[in-house]
């Protein structure tokens, strides 16, 4: 009977349909005195594969940490103090540095903030792609290598690959670096990209180029993508499913259509609102979030938002909320979720 039912599942909830699953991961950082940060605790989330995940939140919510501790690459004096990171079912807090190596590049491959960083000076583009290529391919011969340079260039719409590759980062504007190194983290086609802020510093033009990039990619290639962003008008163009993120923690998770139209964790709500929309635009001035987030050093007793939070009862002053269920396919911690806020009936659009 037992095995019945496990034939009758969903497709969607097959475990081999799951790439990457995180469970209660926890990074925490170690400073001088005594004091200790906890800037990711007990982060949870599945990643299917061919998806997209958008993980949002304001700076300092733990995004980029997460994503670090997924690759392992967490900077000193942070440390990974739990939980299972599951890519393929195999536990990556559990790989030496050099497994993770060869993981790094070929099977999950991370894309920075920051393109003026990304690139060696004094280089070409086609010498620094083809090195990014040998390290994974050391045998890899001559022609191999082009090869692998056109393909990745072309696959993020650079067709003039041969022109590019003799020139020098210098020679590009960031929005283009960007693309580039996007073509790099693409040379071996990874199961996962983790793009982390990849459109912060860019204008909105470029970004939206930026965007249909990475979505022409996972068209041609079809493996997943985790977004970090601040931005909600990123994840509204690119993601699949949104998960926000609070103090270290996962306030809400949903997918992408559902949580726009009727978020059910306040903080969703303050990042909404703060968003700014053309039909508003003349009339109503946007609307901040009050306060400031927790100091993860001393974090509060209750709900780490409860302090910002319009909607806050006793309650969430004294008891942490769990994450759990909302509806079908969605998450909250919340001892009060929303279940009557519409983003169609915010104030701004009065």
Known sequence: MEEKRREERKPEERKEDVLLEVRDLRTYFHMPGGKVI?????????????????????????????????MQIVDQPGRIEGGEVLFRGEDLLKKSEREMSRLRGSKISLIFQDPNTSFNPYMTIGRQLRQAFRVHNKK????????????????VGINNW???????????????????????????????LIADEPTTSLGITIQAEIIQALNEIREKVGNSVIMITHDFGVVSQFADDIFVMYAGRCVEYSPKKELLV??????????LRSVPLLEARKTKRLKSIPGFPPDMANPPEGCPFAERCEWAKPKCFKEPPKLASVGEGRLAACHYPLTEYRTADDTRLE
């Open 140 to 155: 890899a011969g001559k022609e191999e290598c082009e090869a692998a340079v056109r393909d990745a260039l072309k696959l």
């Open 38 to 70: 906890k800037a990711v605790e007990g982060v949870n989330f599945r990643l299917k594969k061919g998806r997209v995940l958008g993980i949002i939140g304001e700076s300092g919510s733990g995004k980029s940490v997460t994503s670090r501790a997924i």
């Open 162 to 192: 041969e022109e590019v590759t003799k020139c020098y980062p210098c020679q590009f504007s960031a929005g283009f670096r960007q693309r580039l190194f996007i073509a790099m983290a693409m040379i071996f086609k990874p199961d996962l």
């Open 262 to 271: 009727a978020p059910r964790h306040p903080y969703t709500v303050g990042l």
